[in-house]
């Protein structure tokens, strides 16, 4: 089961934040489980095992448009939550500078990226299921 | 030993009963759930930057993940070092509802452990329905401005605030909410949006922005501070550690029944808040029938983004209540009150896939949009309604019946009047809130002048059909008006617990 968990948070992370998961996190991955995700049914662990290798940002954010407590939403939800607790995260989620232009052409590119990543995301539900 | 008056609680109402009593023997008991040890100090932001802060905003138990698989609670609740706020204790009857999702408190110092620190005195309309006048409450109000400290300015909401005497300093406003106080003016008046700082029971030169994780925070008031010091001081005696289980009246007094001992006074005040004091009452009764009133604001929320903003870099140290909008117009028979809330102080994750993007493009929105961003809370008034009562089941526990309520339109026109500040938000993202979501419950024991029958109060809290029991909590108010009532609870209170006093001395 662990070594289940474990794969997921490196391909949740991935998804997240494009960089390996550090040892610490993916523990904590692991651990929070039983407690914060205790209600996970079989057949929501059998769907994840399946997806895992898929590309899961596209999927994510497919689902959470029409399931947002999808077991894929709230793992990915889980995860940031755990990562941001951890200093090496702050500059992914928090700005100190102004940087104006930087942040609309950061938007715009997202969300160009969103549209194709939703539209992957509609595909490879159509193979996986939700 | 028979103490003079017993107060069962220790929230906003309980502690300021108490504070009225003092040199009278009097005994606050609770169950007094207190904050764990935090070596929590300094800026949010700081500490962030500086170390790792798993214990402090997720827990060493998971515990701020809560809402991953459960009914959403509030941030001012979910984080691990604020949780003793809400944890409810072994042998504490269940709230039970399909609809109405309650939060009640065991906490020393109650739910004011984590409220909003919003101040609003209760003015002459806001008083209709009630047995008591804005004069009576006044020299109450004015007792806690100066004992508590409370920060703010004379503006434009003074027709809602009432004078300005005795506050200090206001609150630094972010960038963001002076933007919209520079823009305000007539054309928002004409359209009946009228807009100020709001007051806050916050301090501000020592405060930093922990509010959200760290219990206690000195700049930010809550009850316990002032039932520490009194206890301090030995002028009340404090008891936690007891869930009253009932009271009944003797010919010479009360007794008030907790699982480890029985206590004697000649006065009973109940504290507990409008629904465990309700609970208490009925139970004491041994009554499993009747239905009381209950009452609670709607509200809603719509997240805001002033353009302008986006890219700009984090406030660092910035509460959350910035800016306090009231409507008075035709849209509703009343004025509806609104706050204007930065996001700088929650975590990020709690609003990161709130952003139509995939995920990535939803952490640089946190990156860059954040900062631009804050959201709008509305309170509508409530007043009595047979679809919304409460009553006892065999267990003892509380049932809540709440029928939903039809969304209000006032934000809708806020949301429109507020574009003329640079604040833009989409009516299409308005969210209401569930019931029982403002934490503001009131009315299951209202005051009359004259009470007519079983579980309504007279004018000083005494229940009707005894001699001896009084209600100080939000309970006894007959209807809500739209302002938060944390401060007219302690106001009321504080009337209350006078009257009591001079009943027993007279």
């Known amino acids: 089961m662990d070594d289940t968990l474990q794969g997921e948070a490196e391909a949740i992370h991935r998804a997240l934040f494009g960089r390996e998961v550090p040892d610490e996190l993916s523990h904590h991955y692991v651990a929070a489980h039983p407690h914060a995700l205790s209600r996970i049914t079989e057949a929501e662990r059998t769907w994840m095992a399946r997806v895992v290798g898929a590309d899961l940002e596209a999927l994510e954010v497919a689902l959470r448009k029409r399931y947002p407590d999808h077991v894929l939403c709230r793992k990915f939800r889980l995860m940031a939550t755990l990562s941001e607790a951890w200093p090496a995260y702050y500059d992914d989620f928090v700005n100190e500078t102004p940087r104006r232009f930087r942040a609309i052409a950061a938007l715009a590119w997202h969300g160009m990226r969103s549209l194709l990543k939703s539209l992957k995301g509609r595909i490879l539900l159509g193979r996986f299921g939700a | 030993m028979t103490h003079d008056a017993i107060v069962v609680g220790s929230g906003a109402a309980g502690t300021w009963a108490a504070w009225a009593l003092r040199g009278t023997r009097t005994l606050v008991l609770d169950v007094g759930h207190r904050p764990p040890e935090s070596h929590l100090e300094g800026n949010l932001y700081d500490l962030r930057r500086a170390r790792e802060l798993h214990d402090e905003t997720v827990g060493p138990r998971y515990e701020s993940l809560h809402n991953l698989e459960n009914p959403e609670l509030s941030p001012k609740v979910k984080s691990p070092l604020m949780r003793h706020v809400i944890d409810r204790p072994e042998g504490a009857h269940l709230v039970r509802s399909e609809t109405f999702q309650a939060l009640v408190s065991y906490a020393e110092g109650g739910l004011a452990n984590a409220w909003g620190a919003q101040v609003y005195r209760f003015m002459r309309e806001d008083l209709a329905g009630f047995p008591i006048t804005e004069d009576e409450l006044a020299p109450h109000y004015d007792t806690l401005t100066r004992e508590i400290g409370i920060s703010g300015v004379e503006d434009d909401l003074r027709r809602f605030h009432g004078p300005a005497t005795g506050l200090l300093p206001p609150l630094e406003l972010t960038a963001l909410g002076r933007r919209v106080l520079e823009k305000y003016g007539e054309p928002f008046r004409r359209e009946g949006v009228f807009i100020g700082r709001p007051r806050l029971a916050v301090r501000n030169p020592t405060y930093e922005n922990l509010e959200f994780f760290k219990p206690r925070i000195p700049a930010v008031y809550t009850p316990a501070f002032t039932l520490g010091s009194m206890v301090k001081r030995g002028e009340i005696e404090y008891a936690p550690g ?20 029985t206590f004697r006074a000649k006065r009973l005040i109940l504290a507990l808040g409008a629904l465990n004091t309700a609970r208490l009452v009925l139970d004491s009764e041994g009554d499993r029938e009747s239905r009381l009133p209950i009452l609670e604001n709607p509200c809603s929320f719509a997240p805001l983004v002033m353009p302008s903003r986006i890219g700009m870099p984090i406030e660092r140290r910035s509460f959350y209540a910035q800016l306090n909008l009231f409507y008075s117009g035709p849209l509703w028979k009343e004025p509806v009150v609104g706050m204007i809330y930065g996001v700088e102080g929650l975590l990020r994750s709690d609003l990161l896939f709130q952003f139509p993007l995939a995920a990535r493009g939803c952490l640089a929105a946190a990156r860059w949009v954040l900062p631009a961003m804050a959201v709008l809370q509305v309170f509508y008034p409530d007043d009595p309604d047979p679809a919304q009562t409460l009553r006892l089941d065999g267990r003892g526990d509380l049932v809540i019946d709440f029928a939903p309520r039809a ?83 302690m106001a009321n209170a504080l009337r209350i617990g006078e009257a009591v006093r001079r009943e027993l001395k007279g």
Do not use: C, W
């Open chain 2, 242 to 261: 007891h869930l009253v289980d009932g009271f009944r009246e003797t010919d010479d007094g009360v007794e008030v029944r907790s699982g480890s001992g």
């Open chain 2, 407 to 489: 969304p209000g339109i006032v934000e809708r026109h806020l949301l429109n009047v507020l574009r003329r500040s640079g604040l833009r938000g989409s009516t299409r993202h308005i969210r209401q809130g569930r019931p029982g979501a403002s934490v503001h419950y009131a009315g299951s024991l209202p005051m009359r002048e004259k009470p007519l029958k079983r579980y309504e109060t007279d004018r000083n809290g005494l229940l009707f059909g005894k001699r001896r029991v009084h209600v100080a909590d939000a309970a006894t108010f007959p209807r809500l008006p739209a302002k938060n009532l944390t401060f007219t609870i």
